[in-house]
């Protein structure tokens, strides 16, 4: 499978932003939302499982970010309300189990989400 995350940009604190992730192949997987900040260690913002879309969320982000999947077009979102400057990253959406990002694999291209205070 190969993803391709979209929907990034300039934003200020307290803004929106929709990220979309395009799968193309077999997209049964559990889906996830990693960031990685400059210098930071990448970590884990959400996942959602196949069919009963069962979601999961770091308690950063839990209550203002909401993943959903639309497995008709292939699509895996992430809802981003109230943002604040700390969240600013390249957010990657990947296929895996978990939180940890070493359990993921195909990794598509991050989108640059930028946060000013």
């Known amino acids: 499978v190969q993803l391709q995350a979209s929907g990034g940009g300039l934003v200020q604190a307290g803004g929106s932003l929709r990220l979309s992730c395009a799968a193309r192949?077999?997209?049964?997987?559990?889906m996830g939302w990693f960031r990685q900040a400059p210098g930071k260690e990448r970590e884990f913002v959400a996942t959602?499982?196949?069919?009963?879309?069962?979601?999961y969320y770091a308690d950063v982000v839990k209550g203002r970010f909401t993943i959903s999947r639309d497995n008709a077009k292939n699509m895996v979102y992430l809802q981003m309300n109230n943002l604040k400057p700390e969240d600013t990253a390249v957010y990657y959406c990947?296929?895996?189990?978990?939180?940890?990002?070493?359990?993921?694999?195909?990794w598509g291209q991050g989108t640059q989400v930028t946060v000013s205070s």
């Open positions: 990947a296929t895996g189990v978990g939180s940890n990002w070493r359990e993921y694999q195909n």
């Open positions: 959602i499982t196949v069919n009963r879309g069962t979601t």
């Open positions: 192949g077999r997209t049964n997987y559990i």
